[in-house]
């Protein structure tokens, strides 16, 4: 049996769970904004990296697997940190979620949390017990690393690394501010490969802090909106990243002006952005397709998009001198688990990142 597809926006429709694993292995690029109707018999039966992938692009997924007792710890775990309060509230009501997160959740959260916590019978203290600053577990990246580091987002923060370290040295001291840190992840490549003092910025609560990833190293989070001023005094940096941000702010003029602000004279400025005019794009759209990336509802909060030259140009207009850019990948990332073809991707996107889905710019402030 094949799943039900339909037309590309109709919801997608499994008869089991084999049918969604090997859908998931075979189009995950080509149906991350297609809706889907979710089993939560599938739970016990999907691989915890599937169970993520499902949960981080579909919500009806997401909340199946955050209440579903057979859900693997470590991906409830990861699902506490989801932007979704009401994801957030079926991983503190679940009994199988490890008792660190719960704590977390019961001494940090907000009311309604702190309470799904306080009552989940997996919590053993009473609520005016929980210790406090307690530890949460942390996720083990080197796990996830070694077996999907091919994929989203491990391949672009390696790639992305290996990059700069070809155009400058990172020296250790030296300061950074990585705008969009999200969960802390990218921060958590940058700390177990460079000794430098990273500050991290997203809108998430600073008292959620316990429940994102714990780098190693010096490092700190604050809650700052980035379509707004960073808020950060006379402070400047030697480097700046945003990963995979660009996209979602309204004001770009405003965003890199701030990033031009904050960065020390001479400091580096390293972005990855969709591009609009990929070879996918360049192929598909001509026959009708919607465009990868390009939104006409909220889904991933795209709302804008660059290719190569314009993305040049603005930062050119905003005062910084272009040193690198490059592709991420030109061949689809599912192809990357064999090292001769990631090194033909990686030699072509060196080249033609004109054509890739996503570029990276390093760019120093003049």
């Not at 704590?103 to 940090?108: D, G, I, L, Q, T």
């Not at 990218?186 to 802090?209: M, S």
Request: hydrophobic share 40%; with cysteine; glycine share 2%.
């Amino acid at each position: 049996m094949q799943p039900e597809i339909g037309s590309r926006m109709d919801p997608i429709r499994f008869n089991n769970a084999q049918e969604c694993a090997h859908w998931i292995s075979t189009q995950r690029h080509t149906w991350q904004e297609r809706e889907l109707v979710f089993d939560p018999a599938w739970v016990p039966h999907l691989d915890p990296m599937d169970l993520l992938f499902l949960a981080h692009f579909h919500h009806q997924a997401a909340r199946c697997i955050a209440q579903s007792a057979l859900t693997p710890p470590r991906v409830l775990e990861i699902l506490s940190r989801h932007a979704d309060r009401t994801i957030q509230a079926c991983v503190a009501a679940n009994p199988a979620t490890p008792v660190p997160v719960l704590e977390a959740f019961a001494r940090h959260y907000s009311r309604n949390l702190a309470s799904q916590a306080q009552r989940n019978p997996s919590l053993p203290h009473p609520p005016a017990q929980v210790q406090r600053n307690a530890p949460v577990c942390n996720t083990d990246l080197a796990i996830l690393k070694s077996r999907h580091s091919w994929e989203e987002p491990y391949y672009r923060f390696t790639r992305t690394l290996d990059i700069l370290a070809q155009v400058t040295r990172v020296s250790a001291g030296q300061t950074w501010l990585d705008a969009g840190c999200s969960y802390l992840m990218f921060i958590y490549f940058v700390l177990e490969r460079f000794p430098v003092h990273i500050t991290g910025l997203d809108d998430w609560n600073e008292a959620d802090k316990d429940l994102m990833y714990q780098p190693p190293g010096t490092w700190e989070y604050l809650q700052r909106d980035l379509e707004f001023d960073f808020h950060l005094d006379q402070r400047q940096f030697d480097f700046l990243s945003a990963l995979e941000v660009l996209e979602h702010i309204v004001d770009t003029d405003r965003f890199l002006e701030n990033c031009h602000r904050y960065l020390k004279p001479g400091g580096y400025l390293i972005l990855t952005t969709p591009n609009i005019n990929s070879l996918r794009n360049r192929i598909t759209t001509p026959l009708g397709i919607y465009p990868n990336a390009l939104e006409y509802r909220i889904v991933n909060y795209h709302v804008r998009l660059y290719n190569k030259a314009n993305l040049m140009t603005h930062l050119t207009e905003k005062g910084f001198h272009i040193i690198a850019v490059r592709g991420i990948s030109f061949l689809p990332q599912r192809l990357l688990f064999s090292t001769p073809l990631r090194k033909m991707s990686e030699w072509l996107a060196d080249r033609l990142p004109q054509f890739c889905n996503n570029i990276l710019v390093i760019a120093q402030k003049k």
